[in-house]
């Protein structure tokens, strides 16, 4: 479902005449989202679990497409200026959802790997981390289907709009799981 990520971007500057500037700003937004949520995500796995390290960043990650959505409906009239940037209800909403971009991102990675980790046998983590790795080459291609969804004509709202939904069935999954640490099946302790 993260097909949707590069068009994020080209939807700010072309539907809600983003000041070009504020890239320089969404992109490490996103970044520090990333890095500082690892504090979160590092304590939830090695307490509560990975399940719910992953179902708490995936319901972060649902949220993000649906920020999207929600600055198309806000004023993307100037209001102000910060860092040199034309700021507007959309600009600031726009930054809150690269930050929740990266904080879910980084969730879903540690929770995917440390959940693997548990759910594998020792000996055969090699197999596994091969197989993981293996099913995510399909899913380079997605950005593809975002192209397709979203077409010539710019339909970025679609675009977000079957992210969202995509989303909300990972999370839906995502809640099915089992917490595999101290299992009999499972590796975790």
């Not at 726009?94 to 879903?108: I, M, Y």
């Not at 992210?163 to 975790?188: C, D, K, P, Q, S």
Request: charged fraction near 10%; proline fraction near 6%; include cysteine.
């Amino acid at each position: 479902a993260g097909f949707f990520i590069p068009f994020i971007i080209p939807y700010a500057l072309r539907r809600l005449g983003l000041d070009p500037a504020a890239i320089g700003v969404l992109m490490p937004a996103g970044v520090l989202g990333y890095s500082l949520s690892n504090l979160l995500w590092s304590y939830l796995s090695d307490g509560p679990g990975n399940r719910v390290l992953l179902v708490v960043s995936g319901a972060c990650y649902v949220l993000v497409p649906a920020l999207v959505l929600l600055c198309g409906h806000l004023s993307t009239q100037p209001t102000g200026q910060w860092l040199g940037i034309r700021t507007s209800p959309a600009f600031w909403t726009l930054l809150v959802t690269f930050v929740l971009l990266g904080t879910s991102r980084a969730g879903q990675d540690l929770g995917h790997t440390n959940y693997l980790l548990e759910l594998s046998p020792g000996r055969n983590y090699p197999a596994y981390f091969a197989f993981y790795a293996l099913a995510g080459v399909p899913l380079s291609l997605l950005p593809l289907l975002g192209a397709v969804v979203i077409g010539k004509q710019g339909n970025y709202e679609a675009g977000f709009l079957v992210a969202l939904v995509l989303l909300g069935v990972m999370l839906w999954v995502l809640r099915g799981l089992r917490e595999v640490r101290n299992t009999e099946n499972g590796n975790g302790g």
